[in-house]
């Protein structure tokens, strides 16, 4: 990755502070995935997921999460949730 995409932006002039209003628990799983996926940062891990939104379109909302059904079908959970649950979660977390 470039200095871009590791800096924190404080000492960066084409860096601009962007500002989200997110819900509590999905902010724990977004810092959960950057650490689990070791991004240095939370800001780091932010700009890679808006890069590869912006650069790779094509994949669209519905794509993900039909994605990450098929992920979470693939473990094998003790718990089980259907795909439907998976899809219906995914767009609580959306709102």
Same mark, same amino acid.
């Given at each position: ?24 628990? /999905? ?11 070791? /991004? ?56």
């Amino acid at each position: 990755m470039s200095d871009a995409d590791t800096n924190d932006g404080a000492s960066d002039p084409e860096m601009v502070q962007v500002n989200l209003r997110l819900s509590e628990t /999905f902010l724990e799983d977004i810092d959960a995935t950057w650490k689990e996926q070791g /991004f240095n940062s939370r800001s780091e891990f932010l700009r890679h997921a808006a890069r590869d939104a912006v650069k790779h379109p094509d994949f669209t909302r519905e794509s993900w999460k039909q994605i990450a059904a098929g992920e979470h079908e693939l473990r094998n959970d003790t718990e089980f949730v259907s795909r439907e649950e998976v899809l219906a979660m995914m767009d609580e977390d959306g709102d």
